[in-house]
Nanobody, 126 residues
Framework: QVQLVESGGGLVQAGGSLRLSCATS????????MGWFRQAPEKEREFVAG????????DYIDAVKGRFTISKDNAKKTVFLQMNSLKPEDTAVYFC???????????????????WGQGTQVTVSL
């Protein structure tokens, strides 16, 4: 059974930073594209950042470009999301996801991902 376990969430003041981690049990992690999604209260889940299976391509929603960075460590089978200059509107539950996408570009929709973590809460206060 594939497991994705997020960690690193918490409460931070606006302008602060957090680094989310997502450890996986994927046997062939290096072949998977990885993504981070988030869901705020009473809102739909939205794509935040993605990285291709090769690690050569990344994509971000406009709201986080220049502030968030996604990366993956194949040896540790882990994907990271470095979040800087956090804003209250970044408050949400953050989910990591893994997909078998063969494209050189990460999918920006949930349909492109096969496995999901349980989520970690990120709360940004004023």
């Amino acid at each position: 059974q594939v497991q994705l376990v997020e960690s690193g969430g918490g409460l931070v003041q606006a302008g602060g930073s957090l680094r989310l981690s997502c450890a996986t049990s994927l046997r062939t992690f290096s072949n998977y594209q990885m993504g981070w999604f988030r869901q705020a209260p009473e809102k739909e889940r939205e794509f935040v950042a993605g990285i291709s299976w090769s690690g050569e391509r990344t994509d971000y929603i406009d709201a986080v470009k220049g502030r968030f960075t996604i990366s993956k460590d194949n040896a540790k089978k882990t994907v990271f999301l470095q979040m800087n200059s956090l804003k209250p509107e970044d408050t949400a539950v953050y989910f990591c996801a893994a997909g078998r996408g063969l494209s050189g570009f990460p999918s920006t929709t949930s349909q492109g991902y096969d496995y999901w973590g349980q989520g970690t809460q990120v709360t940004v206060s004023l």
